[in-house]
């Protein structure tokens, strides 16, 4: 199922927020704002580590490295989901990999 969902993103909307899956489109628009700040992929990086997916976890890490910048969103946000996703996902993969 991961492995599936992953792809969609991939497919039709790497870089954006999230996917819309109905009109495999990027969705960048949401709680998130409006700039395109790799939501899926930091809040699925430990997942993709957790499960061995490392083809999937290198290309998110290096996007990570390349293009997440937080300081581009300039609208109003939700601190909440900002925070358990961007925040908890990059946390979390630190304490699975130590850097």
């Known amino acids: ?16 927020n999230e996917v819309r899956p109905v009109s495999k489109s990027g969705n960048s628009g949401t709680v998130f704002g409006a700039s395109d ?34 300081t581009q969103i300039n609208e109003d946000i939700n601190v909440f989901e900002v925070n358990i996703r961007y925040v908890g996902g990059l946390l979390s993969l630190f304490a699975f990999t130590g850097g």
């Open 37 to 70: 700040t790799g939501a899926t992929i930091v809040d699925s990086m430990d997942t993709l580590f957790i499960m061995g997916m490392e083809e999937e976890y290198s290309r998110g890490k290096q996007w990570i490295a390349a293009n997440l910048n937080l």
């Open 1 to 16: 199922m991961m492995k599936h969902a992953w792809d969609g993103y991939a497919t039709n909307a790497w870089g954006k």
